[in-house]
């Protein structure tokens, strides 16, 4: 069982740059896709942003293209989301959750086995 702890999220003004953390525990993530989440009250959960195992694969939803960068360090056990070029839209709760499979329907929750608990990015006009 992998447990996974999201960190760096918290309140800035538009335009201004994030970091997100995510953790793991009790596994290593080297054996998994790793796909970045968020979710905005009243809103369904959202693809943001997805990692093969190895970094050679990577996608990331239209809305947040350009703006953020989705990394990993299987070393640290540890994946990051760079978040640049905020916006008022990106406020959200983010989650990371790891998938055993790479391929097509990534973008959809369902293909994620674990998931962390989330943080929250607040964006200020």
């Known amino acids: 069982q992998v447990q996974l702890v999201e960190s760096g999220g918290g309140l800035v003004q538009a335009g201004d740059s994030l970091s997100l953390s995510c953790a793991a525990s009790?596994?290593?993530?080297?054996?998994?896709?790793m796909g970045w989440f968020r979710q905005a009250p009243g809103k369904e959960r959202e693809f943001v942003a997805v990692?093969?195992?190895?970094?050679?694969?990577?996608d990331c939803a239209d809305s947040v293209k350009g703006r953020f960068t989705i990394s990993r360090a299987n070393s640290r056990n540890t994946v990051y989301l760079l978040m640049n070029g905020l916006k008022p839209d990106d406020t959200a709760v983010y989650y990371c959750?790891?998938?055993?499979?790479w391929g097509s329907g990534l973008s959809s929750p369902s293909r994620y086995r674990y998931w962390g608990q989330g943080t929250q990015v607040t964006v200020s006009s």
């Open positions: 959750a790891a998938s055993p499979v």
């Open positions: 009790g596994g290593s993530i080297s054996s998994y896709t």
């Open positions: 990692i093969s195992r190895d970094s050679g694969g990577e």
